[in-house]
């Protein structure tokens, strides 16, 4: 009989290794498509030594000295037998990379000051739990950088500026930080429930695959046209000018208050590092973004 | 645009040979990674009179928290990208004054504050694509020394001697020039374009 927690936590070392070091397939493809196209010579530069970088990451080396803050996405089967299990699994399997791969310690104590030296801390790794039919679990690792987070915001719009005062948030945001956040970037939009809500919606857009868009056409149409919009900015891949400032913009929302428009906005840079696998009750594991090899 | 293959300790003439839009390489033993916190700790030891643990004239300072890892008792650098560097714009005119650093690498650019210093001493700013941690490490060969270590393997000043370093582009010069400065006015004049597609009065 397999140990549960030695199961979980030897996946999710493996999820956080992937994470670091290799891109999911799709941003990968999507940094090469923008090379392409691009004419402007700094841009090129910029796209260039990324693709160099990735080269040299995929032999098992960060691809980012920042390795992020540790967060995990959770859908939990309500049949899954091992749910009183994955807190310590999750916590266990960050301070195991933290040392292999190795992960740079980014847990830092913002009371007492300090870092905890493994990624782990107060509420730190956060788990995103989400219960959902079924008996299987499914982690996504979702380790996120702090340039791109410093940018991300929530705008409490009145609510008469209606749709185009929500793009307009996302656009100055933008035009605002420039390449700061490591640009070409994925900038996930929230719109409605409430503060906390909407950038709880714009932070899980992140995790949809890029150039799939809403399945509400009135969402993807606002999604096609904030692509287009940030894209005509010229800032570029680094903000250094060019055509590629994001790779895809994904939105969704929640019911409003009448009195509030509540907008979030989560900013990726282009090291969208995420990685994930589902854990069947007999304890099979199989990895979604980054396949064992010959699968 | 030039480029230049330059090696630590980098003189005042040198710097202010290099122009925005030029690329270098940096070698030699001159070379410390400084964040917020190490800039902070340099500024407050030379108020108090006290030397630090390197010599800052003449050298290349990054704004990085690496990865680093030790194997067999010695540090290596693992992963190093750059920060980014508008965080430092507080410290980084005063310390530039005060230490007479050539070379600041880091992303994103900084601002008046610094441009002006960098004029003033003769220095560079350079950007170094943001997230490449990988390929920053292969011209960061030797690690020489972990100071201040107990700020945090991020915040730490670690003594490096780079091979190579690079491609940095220089965005930031000492005539004043900031490629980034140019990038926002570029942007400001695409306004108006990118209103329209979102259907937006300026």
């Given amino acids: 009989m397999k140990d549960p927690q030695q199961v979980i936590t030897d996946a999710t070392v493996r999820l956080l290794t992937k994470a670091a070091t290799e891109l ?49 996405y959770l859908k939990a089967g309500y049949d899954f037998p091992y749910l009183s299990e994955v807190e310590d699994a999750l916590a266990k399997a960050t301070r195991k990379a933290t040392e292999n791969v190795p992960l740079r310690p980014n847990a830092v104590n913002p009371i007492v000051g300090g870092n905890s030296g493994d990624n782990t801390g107060e509420k730190i790794p956060w788990l995103n739990w989400e219960l959902v039919p079924g008996d299987s679990l ?40 420039m390449g700061k956040a490591c640009s070409p970037n994925i900038i996930g939009v929230g719109i409605g429930g409430g503060a906390d809500i909407s950038l709880k919606i714009a932070k899980k857009q ?56 509540p907008v979030g906005v989560a900013v990726q840079c282009w090291a969208a590092r995420r990685s994930t696998a589902t854990i069947s009750k007999d304890l099979k594991v199989e990895y979604i973004t980054h396949p064992l090899e010959g699968k | 645009m030039a480029e230049y293959h330059l090696t630590t300790p980098i003189s005042e003439e040198e710097a202010r040979k290099l122009k925005v839009g030029d690329v270098i390489y940096v070698s030699g033993e001159h070379v410390y990674t400084a964040r917020d916190e190490a800039h902070e700790r340099a500024l407050e030891m030379y108020e108090k009179g006290e030397k630090p643990p390197v010599e800052f004239e003449g050298s290349v300072v990054y704004h990085v928290g690496p990865v680093a890892q030790k194997k067999d008792g010695e540090w290596n650098i693992v992963s190093a990208g750059p920060t980014t560097s508008i965080r430092m714009e507080i410290f980084e005119d005063e310390f530039l004054r005060n230490y007479k650093a050539r070379v600041i690498i880091g992303k994103g650019g900084m601002a008046d504050r610094t441009l002006a210093a960098l004029k003033e001493v003769g220095a560079v700013y350079c950007s170094f694509t943001g997230g490449c941690g990988a390929l920053a490490a292969r011209g960061l060969k030797e690690v020489r020394a972990y100071e201040w270590s107990d700020l945090g393997m991020p915040e730490a000043l670690w003594v490096i001697t780079a091979e190579e370093f690079g491609p940095l582009m220089v965005t930031m010069d000492s005539h004043g020039n900031s490629l980034h400065d140019d990038a926002d006015d570029q942007v400001s004049t695409k306004k108006a374009e990118v209103y329209s597609i979102i259907g937006v009065e300026e």
Avoid: W
């Fill in chain 1, 206 to 261: 992140l995790l949809r695959p890029l150039n799939q868009r809403h399945p509400e056409p009135e969402v993807a149409e606002i999604e096609e046209e904030l692509i287009e919009a940030l894209n005509a900015t010229g800032i570029g891949p680094m903000g250094l000018g060019g055509k590629t400032t994001v790779l895809d913009v994904k939105v969704d929302y929640a019911m409003r208050h009448p009195a509030s428009l």
């Fill in chain 1, 24 to 72: 999911p397939d799709e941003v990968e493809t999507a940094l090469r498509e923008a090379y392409e196209r691009e004419t402007n010579e700094n841009a090129k530069t910029q796209l260039s030594a990324i693709l160099k970088n990735l080269e040299i990451a995929s032999t098992g080396v960060p691809m980012c000295q920042d390795t992020g803050i540790m967060i995990f």
């Fill in chain 1, 138 to 177: 499914e982690i996504t690792a979702f380790p996120k950088g702090g340039g791109s987070e410093n940018v991300s915001i929530v705008g409490m719009l009145k609510p008469g500026v209606g749709l185009a005062g929500v793009k307009k948030l996302v656009v100055d945001n933008a035009m605002d930080y």
